[in-house]
């Protein structure tokens, strides 16, 4: 059966829409965009529009190219602004960019997608921390759908700063088991086959096909491979479907449910800094 991302983004968005509308002054979100790739340019105007969508204030700095100084002065005006709550800027950045650099001079309050330090510290400490917008999708995937049980083993395929390692601290806190397999796991299969859960975020077609996984298996792909023929996730969609009991479609999975956390995370940072 499918894992409808669209159907939860829908329900989170109005769960903020209607929390904005009782506020007095508007959330504000500040959204950084730095290259040429056109799919990442698109996504960064659908995030615009989403975040309009619910009454939030937006500000953007989509450019193609910038120095480091200029996004680094942004960024410090962003933090300074009472009007911005949240800052997000897209990744990677250009690779003359000190990535490092631009992540940590996000203020921290502000941090939405926990780009920086203190964020991604204190989420691994168990303290109050922005959870990162991807693995806390997935993760409110599995709790929509009922699937977060305690005990369940769980294989997550990938272990990134943004995806992998937060999700394994998103669903160790829930009690599951948590492996984290790589590039480097010797037998993927061996372990994939006897997970509860199989998540993917890998960036590479087909990684997980119907032999990989048991029957019984839920798999949350968070892969986006951009095709000329569409947009694919890690895992074979096609085998898998009618073989595993739950499964998210790529696209209307975990994206769509991406941008609708970050308007929620947004609306944290506005509710933890106003008060
Ligand atoms: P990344 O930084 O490139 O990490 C990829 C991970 O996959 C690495 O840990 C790598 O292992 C592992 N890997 C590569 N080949 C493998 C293989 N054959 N078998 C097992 N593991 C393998 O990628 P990312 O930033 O996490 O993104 C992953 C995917 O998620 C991409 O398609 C990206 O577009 C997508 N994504 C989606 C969202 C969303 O909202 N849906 C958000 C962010 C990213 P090593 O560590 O050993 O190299």
């Not at 759908?145 to 005990?151: A, F, H, S, T």
Request: aromatic share 6%.
């Amino acid at each position: 059966m499918i894992l409808d991302g669209r159907k939860i983004s829908k329900k989170i968005t109005e769960e903020v829409k209607s929390k904005v509308e009782s506020l007095d002054k508007k959330p504000g979100l500040a959204l950084i965009y730095i290259g040429k790739d056109e799919s990442s340019k698109v996504y960064s105007k659908m995030i615009v529009k989403k975040a309009k969508s619910v009454g939030f204030n937006i500000e953007t700095v989509i450019e193609e190219t910038m120095d480091q100084e200029s996004i680094l002065d942004k960024i410090e005006s962003f933090n300074k602004s009472d009007l911005i709550h949240g800052i997000i800027v897209q990744f990677p950045l250009p690779k003359d960019i000190d990535e490092e650099k631009v992540r940590n001079a996000i203020d921290y309050r502000k941090d939405v997608d926990s780009a920086g330090v203190i964020n991604t510290g204190n989420l691994y400490l168990g303290n109050d921390a922005f959870i990162p917008c991807t693995p806390k999708a997935m993760t409110r995937i599995l709790e929509e759908y009922n699937l977060d049980n305690e005990g369940s083993k769980v294989v997550i395929v990938g272990r990134s700063n943004v995806v992998g390692k937060p999700l394994y601290e998103c669903l160790n806190r829930k009690n599951m088991t948590v492996t984290i397999c790589h590039s480097r796991t010797k037998n993927l299969r061996e372990h994939t086959l006897d997970a509860d859960i199989v998540c993917t975020a890998v960036g590479k077609r087909n990684i997980i096909s119907s032999d990989d996984v048991s029957r019984n298996c839920v798999v949350i792909d968070a892969g986006i491979n951009v095709e000329a023929d569409g947009m694919y996730g890690d895992v074979d969609y096609v085998s898998l479907e009618n073989h595993v009991s739950w499964i998210t479609p790529v696209p209307g999975g975990v994206g769509p449910v991406t941008t609708a956390i970050l308007l929620e995370n947004t609306l944290e940072a506005y509710y933890k800094n106003e008060a």
